[in-house]
């Protein structure tokens, strides 16, 4: 397949010649706060008498804002960032489920080192490791993978047959191995964004290829041939200059986070402006939403809080600055998430990109199964 209306060389040249500068963060593209060596060490002196589902309490928040999303926008559109652990019920799972059953009687499980030992599987008629869980999949209509080019990642069948849409960040330091991304990309039906550093892909707008420039309405995620995604207003004076900017590009696919800079909010007036390319036909403008994070910086966030405080704030985020992991099931984090959900729809987005959902390992790791 060609690469119409683009002249790669040019789009090459833009990739690698922007400035090197530091920006916001995203999981796999930046550790700001890797575990400790502490962390690493394993203390477990009683086991716990119930683990949680990690993977399936974070399933169950995001089928309760997509269904949420449904009623009131039927054509509403969910990405999810990476999370490829939750788009199949997994070994680690039955494990848990094995574990909990055994720690409910009281003469199991007096060991902590049973958290590595145990392997009592439960399987039902219709259940087997691998099965993909059902209302989770008809809740997403597409996924963003981190670098499958430069680290070489094959997409699963799983994930093919899931029939999702699939996007690709990645990075290219090279032109040729700029235009070679560019072309597996067109060729997979991959909408994808590259560029030289992590640090600057997701910050400027000039850096991006309009890969396959198009005249078309795009109203649903399959339709389009592009994408830009911005998590980093640094480059922009203020959200005019963002707005001016992004009405002056034709990405069929537009993602921004809901409030510049974390602080003004977009008005329901300026997002369907931007539902415009500059060629006058319709585009997808998507509102990114950390489901897993707290941000000392959002709206919601209360002065006494920090880490620990409440209980449910749990670890520095591995990826954002100054964001902190949350236990996602607390009731208190749903009450916070729905209600920025709500937001979003409110202000007419055409879909939302949910991010953080890699967090689930953080807790996973504490009480290894497998």
């Known amino acids: 397949m060609s690469i119409r209306k683009t002249n790669i060389s040019i789009l090459v040249a833009a990739i690698l010649a922007c400035p090197f500068s530091a920006g916001a963060g995203l999981y796999g593209f930046t550790e700001i706060n890797p575990y400790t060596p ?3 060490i394993l203390d477990i002196d009683v086991p716990p008498k119930q683990v949680t589902n990690f993977r399936e309490t974070l399933r169950h928040n995001v089928e309760m804002l997509s269904n949420y999303a449904y009623l009131r926008d039927k054509n509403f559109q969910i990405i999810i960032h990476e999370g490829q652990e939750l788009l199949n019920k997994s070994l680690w799972e039955y494990h848990l489920t094995g574990y909990n059953e055994a720690r409910a009687r009281p003469t199991q499980a007096k060991d902590p080192s049973f ?9 039902g008629t219709n259940d087997v490791i691998g099965t993909p869980p059902p209302e989770y999949l008809t809740n997403i209509t597409g996924i963003v993978l981190n670098k499958p080019y430069s680290l070489n990642r094959s997409i699963s069948p799983g994930l093919l047959a899931s029939k999702l849409k699939i996007i690709a960040f990645d990075l290219c330091t090279a032109p040729e191995t700029c235009m070679d991304y560019i072309k597996k990309s067109v060729a997979g039906n991959i909408l ?9 892909i997701f910050r400027n707008i000039e850096e991006q290829p309009v890969i396959n420039e198009n005249a078309r309405n795009i109203f649903k ?3 389009a041939e ?3 995604y911005l998590n980093d207003e640094s480059s922009f004076r203020d959200k005019y200059d963002l707005i001016k900017q992004l009405r002056n590009t034709n990405f069929d696919v537009v993602i921004i986070r809901p409030q510049f800079n974390n602080k003004e909010a977009y008005t329901t007036d300026e997002v369907n402006s931007l539902k415009f390319k500059k060629n006058g036909t319709r585009r997808l403008i998507i509102a990114e939403m950390n489901l897993t994070e707290a941000n000392p910086e959002q709206y919601y966030w209360k002065k006494k809080w920090q880490l620990g405080k409440p209980s449910w704030l749990r670890r520095k985020s591995f990826s954002n600055q100054g964001s902190i992991i949350a236990e996602y099931w607390n009731d208190e ?5 729905g209600n920025h959900f709500k937001s979003i729809i409110d202000t007419k987005y055409d879909g939302a990109f949910f991010t953080g959902l890699e967090n689930h390992k953080y807790f996973e790791y504490q009480l290894p199964l497998e």
């Not at 994808?192 to 600057?200: D, F, M, P, R």
């Not at 984090?333 to 998430?337: F, Q, S, T, V």
Request: no cysteine.
């Open 333 to 337: 984090w749903r009450k916070i998430i």
């Open 192 to 200: 994808l964004q590259t560029g030289s550093s992590a640090t600057t």
């Open 115 to 123: 958290l590595f030992k145990f392997k009592k599987h439960r399987y």
């Open 38 to 40: 502490e962390e690493k």
């Open 226 to 228: 592009n994408i830009l």
């Open 221 to 223: 995620l399959f339709e």
